[in-house]
């Protein structure tokens, strides 16, 4: 018996043929179209099944938020981005997209950004199944400087001329605080002029800002008159 030919038309009165062959390749255009599909079988045409193909269009591109930027310490916050489409977010950690760290409008960044450096987030766009290409958003961890020295705690008599306190650092920006929360500046440099203090031990904290504009942690130095 010779074998079955399969017929391809484009329209259900099987007028208008589009291929012949056990497979179809639909046309590359957005959009729905119906196949119609006939067996002929020693030189009998049967009656025709449908098949629809639906190519989706690949949405554009979702808009990634600001980059952001932390001193080392700091929490790390979210990044975020916005549909373009109408569609879902997805996130990844590399420009593959291989690498899924979460969905939705933002994800938290803190579980990759934790040393200092830079970090790259890649945010893509679903709809009917199809994704976009990335948008990226950066999120920098900077260094913070070392603890500076403030030098030696002091101790003087009533009436003892007090010598400034002078610190050293690495090459940031040096200032002298009143209160360990180090919001209280007192000098914006290395050497803090002392007149008058009161009997008893008053307390200053020396910490240092690198170019990154992060602040480190604080030296304590003690003045007993």
Not at 177 to 200: E, H, I, M, R
């Amino acid at each position: 018996a010779a074998a079955s030919v399969y017929t391809w038309y484009y329209d259900a009165a099987l007028s208008n043929v589009y291929m012949t062959g056990d497979s179809v390749m639909p046309a590359d255009s957005i959009g729905s179209i119906t196949y119609y599909v006939t067996e002929t079988a020693n030189g009998c045409e049967g009656p025709s099944s449908t098949l629809t193909v639906t190519i989706n269009p690949i949405p554009v591109a979702p808009t990634g938020g600001n980059d952001l930027t932390y001193c080392l310490g700091q929490p790390v916050g979210n990044v975020s981005g916005s549909a373009n489409s109408g569609g879902s977010l997805r996130w990844y950690s590399n420009n593959n997209l291989t690498t899924l760290i979460g969905t939705g409008n933002s994800v938290a960044a803190g579980s990759v950004a934790i040393l200092p450096g830079t970090y790259s987030f890649y945010v893509t766009e679903t709809t009917t199944g199809c994704e976009s290409t990335y948008d990226s958003v950066n999120v920098t961890i900077n260094t913070v400087p070392n603890i500076p020295n403030g030098g030696m705690d002091m101790v003087y008599c009533n009436g003892d001329m007090v010598m400034p306190l002078v610190g050293t650092g690495s090459g940031g920006t040096l200032n002298w605080y009143s209160n360990a929360q180090l919001t209280n500046v007192l000098a914006a440099n290395d050497t803090l002029s002392l007149t008058t203090l009161p009997v008893g031990k008053t307390d200053f904290w020396l910490a240092e800002t690198n170019g990154f504009g992060c602040e480190g942690n604080s030296d304590k130095v003690s003045v007993t008159v």
